[in-house]
Structures are given as structure tokens and as C-alpha cells.
């Protein structure tokens, strides 16, 4: 949830995540792979070295924006294959994404 209102679906939402992946050759392909599955469109992804991780040089948490509504199907679905990969995962929430 951003903020404190849990926004419903609009039917033009974004949804925000964190999440870390293993240091190992293609561990952020595996876990953007789900999105791919589900075909969920990532709008934005940002690295960032991990504060949790100061000793350990090269960890890293992922930002990631994705199309749609955490309660949208092909988003929930993704989410949950992610809960079992990723070895962090946080759901920052859904809001309506802005009209340009």
C-alpha cells in the first residue's frame, strides 16, 4: 500500500514492489521471468545496493513499477509465483496511473 488508503482497481493502475535476488548469473531473469508468464508489463525496474546487506558487497534490492492492479489476475498470479522465488519480496501497493 502507498501511503495509507488502499486505492481499488481503476482499470489503469500501476502497482510497486521491492525485491532482491540471489548474487548468481541469472537470478533477476528468473524472477522477471513470472511477469513475462503472466504477461505483465514491467513500466520501470531500479536498482539499489541493499542497506539490509552492508557487508556483503553486490547485494542489491530491485524497484520494479509492473501494468495493472495487484488484484488484477495475471498481476496476482505473478505475485505469488514471485513469493516463492524471490528471497525478499514487499509490495509497496497499486495506485491509478496518471492519464498523460
Same mark, same amino acid.
Given at each position: 500500500? *502507498? ?28 524472477? *522477471?521471468? #513470472?511477469?513475462?508468464?503472466?504477461? @505483465? ?20 534490492? $530491485? $524497484? ?10 495475471? @498481476?496476482?498470479? &505473478?505475485? &505469488? ?5 524471490? #528471497? $525478499? *519480496?514487499? @509490495?509497496?501497493?497499486?495506485? #491509478?496511473?496518471?492519464?498523460?
Amino acid at each position: 500500500m *502507498l501511503g495509507t488508503i488502499e486505492c481499488a482497481p481503476s482499470g489503469n493502475d500501476r502497482t510497486a514492489m521491492v525485491m532482491s535476488a540471489e548474487n548468481k548469473p541469472g537470478a533477476v531473469h528468473a524472477l *522477471l521471468s #513470472p511477469l513475462a508468464a503472466n504477461g @505483465v508489463s514491467m513500466t520501470r525496474i531500479e536498482s539499489r545496493p541493499s542497506r539490509a546487506m552492508r557487508d556483503a558487497l553486490w547485494e542489491y534490492v $530491485f $524497484f520494479i513499477d509492473v501494468q495493472g492492479h495487484q488484484n488484477d489476475e495475471r @498481476v496476482a498470479a &505473478a505475485l &505469488a509465483e514471485l513469493r516463492r522465488q524471490a #528471497p $525478499f *519480496l514487499k @509490495v509497496l501497493g497499486s495506485y #491509478p496511473a496518471a492519464v498523460a
